[in-house]
């Protein structure tokens, strides 16, 4: 007789037939490693986005004082800190002087950004070091920038004023005019802005090849028309990601309108951003709940620009 083998019952199936034994699966190191490297990742966002961002709007929903801000305790006030905020008298000029103040600024700090970039793609002699004097204002912290412009629009010995009273114009109350306070923290800002804006469009300008300009000259296609049929549309996502970077960053424009106007004279270049810091610590007595409201609603219009932005990329994606 053939010989039989016998099975065990731990190798042998439901169905009778016999099964390998299961080996123990192994967790990959790699997996772990990458756990590893996000952990810092991980722990700087949690720490310096989630945990004040949390902060901010547990701020806006209670009644905090002085006191109950180092003991704990503020009773909770629901949505009482953004009616309050909305109807305050100082709420409508402050978005008002927030729309102007982003959208002039983006649109100058744009235009004469990509006037630049365009300029420097000419090679020539000097070019670099031309560009990395531009830079200038970019490199500097964003205190200096600031005093310089006061120093330079300061009504009795500023050298813009020196500069208009060799050509016969009166001299101008920059700083402390209703009329020009705004429109001098204006220029300080584009001033700042502009060598971001070169980098980042001259970077997207280096990019498109050189035989599609080469292909329009054969076309036909100089100067104006060239630039409106093929750099500015291979140049458009570069476009947009600046547009929302410069935006994001202007509608938080904090401390160059402090440092020129404190947000004066009478409140004719207050922003949102310089009102939220006048509510939570520019008084004796500080309204932190409002003020982080105030914050808030900054960081809601920053968020729906966000948003905006990726359903366009995404609409973009589907075509």
Not at 29 to 52: D, K
Request: with cysteine; proline share 7%; net charge positive.
């Amino acid at each position: 007789m053939p010989p039989t083998t016998q099975t065990s019952p731990t190798t042998r199936g439901r169905s009778g037939a016999t099964s390998a034994p299961a080996r123990p699966r192994r967790r990959r190191p790699g997996r772990w490693s990458a756990w590893w490297f996000l952990a810092p990742v991980t722990g700087y966002l949690i720490a310096c986005y989630a945990y004040p961002l949390y902060r901010n709007v547990e701020l806006s929903l209670r009644e905090y004082t002085v006191r109950s801000f180092v003991q704990g305790g503020a009773p909770f006030a629901g949505l009482d800190n953004y009616r309050t905020v909305l109807a305050d008298p100082t709420f409508g000029p402050a978005v008002a002087h927030t729309l102007v103040f982003t959208a002039a600024s983006l649109a100058f700090q744009f235009a004469i950004g990509m006037a630049l970039a365009l300029f420097f793609q000419q090679h020539f002699p000097l070019s670099r070091t031309l560009r990395a004097l531009i830079l200038v204002p970019w490199l500097l912290p964003l205190i200096v920038s600031a005093s310089t412009w006061s120093w330079l629009l300061n009504s009795d010995s500023g050298l813009v004023n020196a500069a208009l009273g060799v050509v016969g114009v009166e001299p101008v109350n920059w700083l402390t005019s209703p009329r020009w306070s705004l429109v001098s923290v204006i220029v300080a800002n584009v001033w700042i802005g502009i060598p971001f804006n070169l980098v980042v469009l001259h970077s997207g300008l280096q990019a498109i090849p050189a035989e599609v300009y080469e292909a329009s000259a054969l076309d036909g296609a100089t100067g104006w028309r060239r630039f409106r049929s093929i750099t500015f549309p291979l140049l458009r996502p570069v476009c947009a990601v600046t547009l929302l970077l410069g935006l994001i960053y202007t509608l938080k424009v904090f401390d160059i309108i402090w440092i020129m106007t404190r947000g004066g004279p009478t409140s004719s270049s207050t922003t949102l951003a310089t009102w939220s810091y006048r509510l939570g610590f520019g008084n004796l007595l500080p309204e932190f709940g409002p003020g982080a409201a105030v914050g808030n609603l900054l960081i809601a219009a920053a968020l729906v620009a966000g948003l905006g932005y990726l359903r366009a990329q995404w609409k973009q994606g589907l075509r």
